[in-house]
Structures are given as C-alpha cells and as structure tokens.
C-alpha cells in the first residue's frame, strides 16, 4: 500500500484546512482509517478514526467539535475537514490504517505527511 497526504500548510489561528489522503491497493475499503499527527518532539498519536464503511468515527479530545473525518471508499481517499485550528495543532498529519499498514516485514508503512502550522 502507498499512502499520499496532502492539503497542509500555514494557516492562522481559528483558520480551517482539509487534508486528503489517497491510498492505493485494494485494502484501502476493508480497513479502519485514521488520521495521525506528529508535533515537534512529541510522539506520533492517532487522533481520528473512521471505520471501513465511514458508519463510525472516533476522534482525540482535543480536535472533538473541530475535526470531521470522511472517507469515500470509491476514490480510495479519505480527509480530515479541520476548523477552528489552534497553534497546538502545529504538526505533521499522516493517515494510515487503524492499527498501521505493515509490509512483509512486519514494518510500519507510512507517507510523508503534509505539514500544518497554525500561526499568526
């Protein structure tokens, strides 16, 4: 599986941005989805999940009431619809399945991420 993240960058405080992330294979509609970010030396966290046929979602306090999270199975994409953004929201976001894609090797596959950063 590849995993390509877009849709990030520099946005003011109580800005909104959307994050897309197109995923190839086949496994992409039979998997649980999410959303994960990085924050400057801070460990990487799942803070968003949806389930594979989008009827469940389940999101990190934090970004509950702010972020929505989608998937159309069709186009093997999913986004992240983020609002009412904080400068604590600064991160690499990657998605991946929920737990994360491996390879034959029993390795985690990850994208390169797209970066937010939420600044005045």
């Known amino acids: 599986v590849q995993l390509r993240e877009s849709g990030g960058g520099l946005v003011q405080p109580g800005g909104s941005l959307r994050l897309s992330c197109a995923a190839s294979g086949s496994t992409f509609s039979i998997n649980t989805m999410g959303w994960y970010r990085q924050a400057p030396g801070k460990q990487r966290e799942l803070i968003a999940a949806?389930?594979?046929?989008?009827?469940?979602?389940n999101y990190v306090e934090p970004v509950k009431g702010r972020f929505t999270i989608s998937r159309d199975n069709a186009k093997n994409t999913m986004y992240l619809q983020m609002n009412r953004l904080k400068p604590e929201d600064t991160a690499v976001y990657y998605c991946n399945a929920d737990p994360p894609f491996t390879d034959y090797e029993y390795l985690e596959v990850w994208g390169q991420g797209t970066l937010v950063t939420v600044s005045s």
């Open positions: 949806i389930t594979s046929n989008g009827g469940s979602t």
